[in-house]
């Protein structure tokens, strides 16, 4: 079993940064891909980015050349570098794993991030 717990979420101006960071315990060996999905207020929930065990990343056309993801030396804490803010990245960030061990990923619980002057 692999537990998340995310931080780094809060109120940004537009074109500011703002760094998440996804802290895994539990089978962190299991663990053969992050990432991290958001949802707005009433929108669906949307893939941001993942990164896999050998290091390639994915990354939404929204967000693409404004975020970059990463995993630490470690490979227990997983980061989302979030830069040139807009207000539509306004949304709860969440943070996924899959692993070998369950047929499903586990998540955190979320963390709040805001975009507005």
């Known amino acids: 079993q692999v537990h998340l717990v995310e931080s780094g979420g809060g109120l940004v101006q537009p074109g500011g940064s703002l760094r998440l960071s996804c802290a895994a315990s539990?089978?962190?060996?299991?663990?053969?891909?992050m990432g991290w999905y958001r949802q707005a207020p009433g929108k669906q929930r949307e893939l941001v980015a993942f990164?896999?065990?050998?290091?390639?990343?994915n990354y939404s056309d929204s967000v693409k050349g404004r975020f970059t993801i990463s995993r630490g030396d470690t490979r227990n804490t997983l980061y989302l570098q979030m830069n040139s803010l807009k207000p539509e990245d306004t949304a709860d960030y969440y943070c996924?794993?899959?692993?070998?061990?369950?047929?499903?990923?586990?998540w955190g619980q979320g963390t709040q991030v805001t975009v507005s002057s």
């Open positions: 539990g089978n962190i060996f299991s663990i053969f891909v």
């Open positions: 996924y794993a899959f692993s070998t061990v369950t047929s499903m990923p586990s």
């Open positions: 990164i896999n065990n050998d290091g390639s990343t």
